[in-house]
């Protein structure tokens, strides 16, 4: 089983519509969970940033975080196709961070 | 201006050659990391400085040696390269958490793209 785990894509979703990221982790004693976005040719910029069980909102961006389920989420309303990237989910757990594969979002307009 | 600097951004190398890739963060952060990113896989941590001490090695080839001397700096030198070893090398620091949850946030620089020939 995978540390990190997301669904590599592409997703496709039309401008303005919502667009759902998610990722799931194995290591129970995770503790800090990030979201990066990466831009084709370009490295991974963070973007969001959760600790606690719940929704974190920063703007078009909603984090959500399940510890009980071991799964993140992150949510981008009204999409732009200045989303399109790769969304990379890292999980911090008792020593290291650990990055999944990515998700591949496409925003046609 | 990006907080992580990494030069060269692009080296092509043949298999005999030897360079260096350099880091320089300006964030006051002390850990300082090494990431491979290769297509269609995950990032891959390589080294891990902290306070200037190597703490995490994850069984990189000897053919990559690090080397980090001060807190604002990180080298990974290079030297007899395969060319599946072509990939896009990450830079990034943080600061090392001194306690609780928060705090490791790491941030990465632009990359230096490598391909070996």
């Known amino acids: 089983q995978k540390e990190v785990e997301q669904n590599s894509g592409p997703l496709s979703v039309p401008e303005g519509a919502i667009a759902s990221l998610n990722c799931t982790y194995s290591d129970r004693v995770s503790q800090s969970f990030f979201w990066y976005r990466q831009y084709s040719g370009k490295s991974p910029e963070l973007i969001m940033s959760i600790y606690s069980n719940g929704d974190k909102e920063d703007g078009r961006f909603t984090a959500q975080l399940n510890k009980a389920s071991q799964y993140v989420s992150l949510l981008i309303r009204d999409s732009q196709p200045s989303d399109s990237a790769t969304y990379l989910c890292a999980v911090k757990g008792a020593q290291k961070l650990v990055f999944g594969q990515g998700t591949r979002l496409t925003i046609n307009p | 201006e990006t907080g992580v600097t990494q030069t060269p951004r692009h080296l092509v190398m043949g298999m005999t050659n030897k360079k260096s890739l350099k880091c320089e963060q300006h964030?006051?952060?002390?850990?300082m990391y090494w990431y491979k990113q290769s297509a269609k896989k995950p990032l891959e941590l390589m080294f891990v400085?902290?306070?200037?001490?190597?703490?995490e090695n994850n069984s990189v080839p000897s053919r990559f040696s690090p080397e980090c001397p001060n807190s604002s700096h990180l080298f990974l030198h290079l030297h007899t390269l395969q060319p599946e070893d072509s990939a896009l090398y990450l830079c990034?620091?943080?600061?090392?958490?001194?306690?609780?949850?928060?705090?490791?946030?790491?941030?990465f620089g632009e990359g230096s793209w490598l391909t070996v020939v």
């Open positions: 964030l006051g952060h002390n850990a």
């Open positions: 400085y902290s306070l200037e001490e190597r703490v």
């Open positions: 990034a620091s943080s600061q090392v958490a001194s306690g609780g949850i928060s705090g490791n946030t790491i941030y």
